[in-house]
């Protein structure tokens, strides 16, 4: 009888091992867990922290018990493997009471990844900090905020959890600052589609400091000193700074380790180690559009793999071909969602590439309660690849992304995504959806009939002498406008077209774009020098708070 | 000057005259609309007759006014073409005061789609008997309903109108009752999927008659006569037994029609004859999967051919792809959506095919206010193509179907489901979506790790003396199993697997397959027959009522 031992027992370990027993009655399956429990929703323990998950029970998808009743597993939790002998195939465990030796046919590694811990000056002295990775961990933060009734919180770190917790303590009643290095909240999107949120924390009443360096914790936890000086009195720290892959044990096995010590596997998730194969978050995969080796810490990714692995185990033919890195959060009232690359990696790979930022509804706009889906879509303007998609919306920008993930995986270009036949009856979507106009809006300007700058372009084109044109109507002008831009209706632009000049580069804004772009074909085709300003005043007043 | 002529404005037509005019600013673009609105919000009709859209110029999303002042197109409605010389390049358009002759280069067609009107003994004295197509006909049944304040309406034909029409009547206050020829409502998807918007029409209090035909209508409207010759009373009546196309003007001018009346068209839209393009409803396509004739009346593919026209005549490459057909109707909490080919359009083709259903939550299910998507996915067995997928759900269904048209449009096989990675957080979706266990489950089939049958095989296992088997617990089975079946719950299945019949081929079954597929892999690793029945007790009481 052949024995598979699995280091892990979430996302990745608990996959393989129920996958593993369905194709195999006979194997023992052992699964060796650090923690206490298995297979809990990591992803929802700050809405536990909120209250909005009202069980901790709930928290506990499965437990050794059930696990053994339904699927004949081993599940030892509270049990930690302390070292691997790969020639001999035994792994050591040490639990509460003992260490024991245990012998594997093959070792599957799905250990995960930790948060870390930045060497900051006095963090050992806090013991009001907490990270958050498993179900102790949550306790012990619910524990604190009922034992010592916080007023403050910082988040240091406004990735996904520092941004779910931080909404969290926010709903019950904390005063909550954000502290986040990078220029903007969410380093996973870009920066105008990461105001969005950052708008959506201060309209809710929290602080957000960004490119702001916490440099050393004072008074045990009580104060935060800033790179600038300045300190910040709080009661409660949750460190959010990114994770690191649990490397430990595949480093003891003498594992190849690859890019910020993450494991390497082949395409059969093997490491470096016969018999020895790793799934998750603590794993190297390829990037399906770079080809180039990255990290990606996301559940459904993880699933995948240990689901594979079981497959490889059991004699079926698996490869993983990789990820795409697809993700969402909510921020209050938006989502923001996001897949494939973002422009800042886009720019970083020198990639020849071009944006587009579509205003959409999340349905028919005639129907109630239809609100916005901005949705960014970026592109290689020459073969048409899609590189990635970002959207934020109250509703519905999950389903656009998710759209877009499947057509990135599945190799369309943008002149397939108006094909898309997507559902549309007034409660649902739109007959064009913002999906479909995207990919518009690409092949417009793949095919040269209009061309963008982008926001962030705009200073430049100032400086160049570039004549800035507003098409809205005045009353929507005088409300809110760009400096330096000079309004002409839309509805009046063929009349008074020669007051525009021919000589200057134009650039044509409106609220978010469309009506920039019926002007700008407009006084193209009239032999003027055009380009839409991308988000148009949409973006500019949501960029600019 | 170039003129082109635009026979119909709302849809197809609209999106052809917008893109022409961005194209090009100097030709003569001229929309013929019979109607007295173009632009109008036509999905939207039915909820305006509900209430849920209040404003009836929220209907009207252009007119010919703000047309005229930002595309420079002429629009002229209350206006009909009522003949076509196509040696001359002319047609003859008929206002209320006159009728004059109108020359064209270009003629565009986009006439749309009429209700059927089926020859009823009586029909034409019930003057409280209404179709819905436009904006005057909602205005009538509006007025009909306010003057005559109907206690009971009967609606004929159960499609997406009929339902819409049922639910929006009956959220009046009026004691609706559905009628409907074929075996079961929505006869755009499959019976047993169909259930799930019976049971919820059954459970908001109408009366829903299913393989009933109104022979007659008798009483000014007041009754109507059934084949079986009962009678049912009725204030108000309405009629929603389908479309046709509206040929008449493409009859008239010679152009060669198709199917059931349609336009036919090449690639470019061009019909038989020359300078004579159509789009819309009345236009036959090729269907994408079958690569057959078909017609599909829906508001998606409608807008993407006008705007394709529009870019064939201002001299750029397109071609019509054909459709695949994806739609979705509310009934009242429940969504019911669906994309490509149903079961029994595969079985009328012949195709060889498998189906999975699965039943998944819109998002964690640890997370509050989780409900439940059921999907229905119709592939190839031999080589995994996606023929289709069938969703119900209060909430998420449209994005099941999305995802899984996108993948149908792509040519993905169901191998490649599993692979997608979908936005993830607990609010919005689930680490192993259900598309992406829709794909787990077809690819065991495809590989063989388990079979299953459909719940429409099942009389005809019992009567060839199959083993019934129900996995789920004694109290579950207690409050309701199907007749035949015997408990046998999984978790005590190892131990008294010897209970069961080694020579029977086994059918097992739980809530909804997920357990009794874990039962018939533990089942089959020991050298029993067994089959899944796919959607098992889920699907039995649904059907079941």
């Not at 600052?177 to 950052?198: G, K, Q, R, S």
Request: proline share 4%; charged share 25%; hydrophobic share 40%.
């Amino acid at each position: 009888m052949s024995r598979t031992v699995i280091v892990g027992g979430v996302a990745g370990g608990m996959s393989c091992a129920t996958r593993l027993r369905r194709l195999d009655e006979t194997r023992e399956i052992i699964i060796i867990e650090k923690g206490p429990d298995v297979s809990f929703a990591n992803c929802g323990l700050p809405y536990y922290v909120s209250g909005e998950i009202k069980e901790r029970s709930s928290l506990l998808v499965q437990t050794p018990q059930s696990l053994k009743a339904r699927f004949n597993l081993d599940v030892r939790v509270s049990s930690e493997v302390i070292s691997v002998d790969s020639d001999q195939k035994t792994i050591e465990v040490k639990t509460d009471e003992d260490i024991y030796t245990l012998s594997y046919d093959q070792l599957v590694l799905s250990p995960g990844a930790k948060p870390f811990i930045p060497p900051l000056e006095g963090i050992e002295t806090a013991d009001n900090l907490f990270t958050l990775r498993n179900v102790p961990d949550v306790d012990k933060i619910v524990t604190a905020i009922e034992e010592t009734k916080p007023k403050k919180a910082a988040v240091i770190g406004a990735g996904f959890i520092g941004l779910e917790m931080a909404e969290s303590l926010a709903n019950r009643g904390v005063e909550v600052t954000i502290i986040e290095m990078a220029p903007h909240v969410l380093p996973t999107v870009d920066y105008e589609m990461a105001a969005f949120a950052h708008n959506e924390l201060v309209a809710n009443g929290l602080t957000v400091l960004t490119e702001t360096s916490v440099v050393a914790i004072e008074d045990e936890g009580k104060s935060l000193v800033l790179a600038t000086g300045e300190k910040i009195a709080t009661d409660l720290i949750i460190l959010s700074v990114g994770v690191r892959p649990e490397n430990g044990l595949a480093e003891f096995a003498g594992i190849e380790l690859g890019m910020r010590g993450g494991i390497l596997v082949d395409e059969d998730y093997q490491t470096s180690v016969k018999d020895i194969y790793a799934v998750g978050d603590a794993i190297i995969v390829k990037h399906q559009i770079t080809k180039e080796d990255t990290m990606i810490a996301l559940a459904s990714p993880a699933n995948r793999q240990g689901r594979q692995v079981a497959d490889i185990l059991g004699g079926m033919k698996r490869k993983n071909k990789g990820s795409i890195g697809t993700a969402i959060v909510r921020v209050f009232n938006q989502a923001v969602a996001s897949t494939g690359l973002t422009e800042r990696q886009l720019q970083a790979l020198n990639y020849e590439f071009k944006v587009v930022h579509i205003d959409g509804k999340n349905h028919a706009g005639y129907y109630p309660n239809a609100s916005m889906v901005f949705l960014k879509l970026l592109f290689n303007p020459t073969t048409g690849e899609i590189y990635g998609a970002q959207a934020v919306g109250q509703d519905g920008a999950d389903k656009r992304i998710d759209i877009i993930a499947t057509a990135i995986k599945a190799g369309m270009t943008v002149d397939e995504l108006p094909e898309l036949e997507l559902t549309y009856a007034p409660p649902f979507g739109s007959a064009k959806d913002v999906v479909n106009m995207a990919g518009y809006a690409a092949l417009n300007i793949m095919e040269g009939v209009t061309d963008n700058i982008q926001l962030s372009e705009l200073s430049e084109k100032r400086d160049s002498g570039a004549y800035l044109l507003d098409v809205r109507t005045p009353t929507e002008f005088e409300k809110g406008n760009i400096p330096g831009f000079v309004n002409l209706p839309l509805n009046e632009l063929r009349e008074r077209m020669t007051e525009l000049p021919k000589d200057k580069e134009i650039i044509v804004s409106c609220h978010s774009g469309q009506r920039s772009y019926i002007a700008s074909r407009m006084l193209v085709q009239n032999g003027y020098q055009v380009k839409n300003l991308d988000g148009s005043h949409l973006l500019y007043s949501t960029v600019n708070g």
